[in-house]
């Protein structure tokens, strides 16, 4: 063999033996690019791929029992949640007062649910063995238990809710839930074009809430790039792929009147209320009307307080005089009379707490102001507690329903709206009263330790724009003071002394306090020692009051009221009927 082929020869030897050891490799290599293509691939597959997990529906809807609801408002869920008792659903009053009415009114001592329109009480006994309620004096059987107590705990039946307030709603069982609402909507529908599923959120991996096979039509509520939120045919908020979803049109869902409506009617003045309030303590006083009013303009209406609430049990003293009304119609006043509970200890929660109680002191309140041949009813009640707020709307309900029948104009006093007194409820006040009446002083009362305005103006203008927030401005009347205070400060001895505008002009004269205007609270203020006591005023006169009645024009307010005739210097009535009356 020649040298060339010996070379050939060892080369291919060399080859063969290369490519024996190189197999081995390539084939490791390629086994473990197959593996690691299966094990990604797996990964691709199970990342895109759609699951089968169903959801935990229980879960899904926050529900801890068979007997709780889950609630579905206007396409949205709400943690609140409802009860089932003999097949029926029932909301608990919480979720009554947040989501649908606070009209209702419950007293567990009387196991009465009352719900009072402008014309009538509607009754129900709070038991799971009444089935009836009471309406315009007939009774009507309703098959269910309108009111019932569970878990300490009141419950209004859903259809018996109806009666009083506009919704739609339908229940679904397995786990229970019902679907709610409350306003008109137009709901786009759609239709599955390839079998789906609705599911928990956006996404392949998402547990499925409801199958939907090819050709069910949904509710579409959101649109999205890839994913869509749905309502389906079960009562689920879930999301579908928008590939597998055409639209077809929409759905208006619209809500029904309700059966037994409010419908309050006011009984207004012509323009403004000038109100003036004088005060009496005897039958004798009402002769002090004529001096009073003698040199008194632009006035058209006065409240004199002739009633005051005597015990718990709904005793009245009536200093009031059909003379003295008689007297004001010639003079073109309306009269309208006050109630109040301010001068004797009485305990509102006894009185306004029992319905037959109530019956008996709006009774009282109806026949005097029909025998008297008054205009109105002024409601002074200033001694309501947190406990008894509910109590005292209810009251207030019911006497519109008398007042409006006969005629009278029903208005409300009020301390200025602060944290402490928002059971007051201005807001319902608002709607059953004619005027709801704001004491626009006291910001600073008899018994303070710390001196200051009886109202400045940040004081006055506070107190109506949050009436504002809840009243109807032209219900809106905002009273003045007629009065300021003496403070005298010894140590830490605080006291004060009331007095009129005149008499706060004299006592500076003489004295010899001199004042300045404070652009602060907008009064003239000074003080000065006398007898070794920081001696302290902020005066309310013709200056001050007429930056009050210029923040009162400008909210349009439906009138002024003045605390107390008697206390006023006589060049302010003109001021209020140039500043307030004519704005």
């Not at 956006?202 to 039509?217: A, C, D, F, H, M």
Request: hydrophobic share 40%; glycine share 8%.
């Amino acid at each position: 063999m020649d040298p060339e082929t010996r070379k050939k020869n060892r080369k291919k030897k060399k080859r063969k033996e290369f490519l024996a050891k190189l197999i081995p490799v390539v084939v490791a290599l390629l086994l473990i690019a197959v593996i690691i293509g299966v094990f990604y691939g797996q990964k691709i597959i199970d990342r895109y791929s759609y699951s089968k997990e169903q959801a935990d529906l229980y879960e899904y809807f926050g529900l801890t029992d068979k007997e709780s609801v889950a609630i579905i408002l206007n396409n949205e869920h709400v943690e609140e949640k409802g009860r089932i008792l003999d097949g029926a659903c029932y909301f608990d009053i919480d979720t009554v007062r947040e989501y649908f009415t606070d009209h209702f009114y419950a007293n567990f001592d009387e196991n009465l649910l009352l719900y009072t329109t402008a014309t009538d009480i509607v009754k129900t006994e709070i038991s799971d063995t009444c089935f009836e309620y009471t309406a315009g004096g007939e009774t009507v059987s309703c098959g269910y238990s309108p009111a019932v107590m569970m878990n300490e705990k009141l419950y209004i039946n859903v259809e018996y809710l109806k009666l009083f307030t506009g919704f739609t709603s339908e229940i679904y069982a397995h786990p229970n839930h019902i679907l709610v609402y409350t306003k008109d909507a137009e709901i786009i529908t759609a239709t599955v074009n390839k079998d789906t599923a609705a599911r928990h959120k956006g996404g392949v991996k998402s547990p499925i809430l409801e199958e939907l096979p090819e050709g069910t039509e949904i509710c579409m509520l959101e649109a999205m790039e890839d994913w869509a939120k749905v309502l389906t045919p079960g009562g689920y908020l879930g999301y579908v792929e928008v590939k597998r979803l055409e639209e077809n049109g929409g759905r208006q869902i619209e809500i029904p009147d309700a059966q037994i409506n409010l419908e309050y009617k006011d009984i207004a003045m012509d323009g403004k209320v000038n109100m003036a309030f004088h005060q009496v303590f005897g039958v004798a006083a009402n002769d002090t009307f004529a001096p009073y009013t003698k040199d008194m303009t632009g006035v058209n209406v006065i409240a004199p307080t002739w009633f005051r609430l005597t015990d718990n049990y709904g005793n009245v003293e009536d200093i009031s005089s059909a003379a003295y009304v008689s007297a004001a119609h010639e003079k073109g006043l309306k009269v309208w009379a006050v109630w109040t509970d301010v001068d004797y200890d009485v305990d509102l929660g006894v009185i306004l707490g029992c319905l037959q109680d109530r019956e008996t002191l709006i009774s009282k309140m109806i026949s005097s102001a029909v025998s008297l041949g008054i205009d109105g009813i002024n409601i002074d009640f200033e001694s309501v507690k947190d406990s008894q707020g509910e109590h005292f709307v209810e009251f207030l309900r019911e006497l519109s329903i008398q007042t409006h029948a006969n005629n009278l104009v029903l208005s409300v006093d009020n301390y200025a709206p602060n944290a402490g007194n928002l059971y007051y409820n201005r807001a319902e006040q608002g709607r059953v009263a004619d005027y709801v009446l704001i004491m626009g002083y006291d910001e600073h009362w008899g018994s303070s330790q710390n001196p200051g305005s009886v109202a400045s103006i940040d004081f006055v203008e506070n107190g109506i724009v949050k009436t504002a927030g809840e009243v109807p401005e032209n219900k809106i009347i905002n009273a003045i003071p007629f009065y300021t205070r003496i403070w005298k400060t010894s140590g830490s001895s605080v006291s004060s002394e009331a007095i009129g505008m005149a008499a706060a002009k004299k006592w500076l004269g003489d004295n010899g306090v001199d004042t300045e205007w404070n652009t602060e609270c907008c009064q003239n203020y000074g003080e000065k020692e006398i007898d070794g006591e920081r001696v302290q005023i902020w005066m309310e006169d013709e200056e001050s009051l007429q930056v009050k009645l210029e923040v009162m024009a400008n909210h349009n307010i439906g009138g002024v009221a003045e605390w107390k005739l008697g206390f006023e210097d006589s060049t302010v009535w003109n001021l209020i009927s140039g500043s307030f009356m004519q704005r």
